[in-house]
């Protein structure tokens, strides 16, 4: 399984970042996906996570209205497109895909999903 995250980058704060999760050797509609972030000196934390027909979509509270998860089964690809960016946002951005429904994604006391992609920085200056 291969998980390749991109469209990191620096923008200004308020502007918009689209990051694409391209998915390989895995039966994409067969898994929820999701995107976890890290910033500099913090754990890594639940971004947002889409459910395998993309019907239901869950979102931390620090990016609901700003950030907007979609998927592509036909592609193999998850997005994340990202509007009024603020400088808290930068870190690095993870996506991952599980077997299990989306949802626990956001539950820390869950196992954390099974595949992770290397991850895109976005910087977001002031």
């Known amino acids: 399984v291969q998980l390749q995250a991109s469209g990191g980058g620096l923008v200004q704060a308020g502007g918009s970042l689209r990051l694409s999760c391209a998915a390989s050797?895995?039966?994409?509609?067969?898994?929820?996906m999701g995107w976890f972030r890290q910033a500099p000196g913090k754990e890594r934390e639940f971004v947002t996570a889409?459910?395998?027909?993309?019907?239901?979509?869950y979102y931390t509270d620090s990016v609901k209205d700003r950030f907007t998860v979609s998927r592509d089964n036909a592609k193999n690809t998850m997005y994340l497109q990202m509007n009024s960016l603020k400088p808290e946002d930068r870190a690095v951005y993870y996506c991952?895909?599980?077997?299990?429904?989306?949802?626990?994604?956001?539950?820390?006391?869950?196992?954390?999903?099974?595949?992770w992609g290397q991850g895109t920085l976005v910087t977001v200056s002031s």
């Open positions: 050797r895995i039966t994409f509609s067969a898994y929820a």
């Open positions: 991952a895909a599980d077997p299990k429904p989306a949802q626990t994604m956001a539950v820390k006391s869950f196992p954390i999903p099974k595949y």
């Open positions: 889409i459910s395998r027909s993309g019907s239901s979509t």
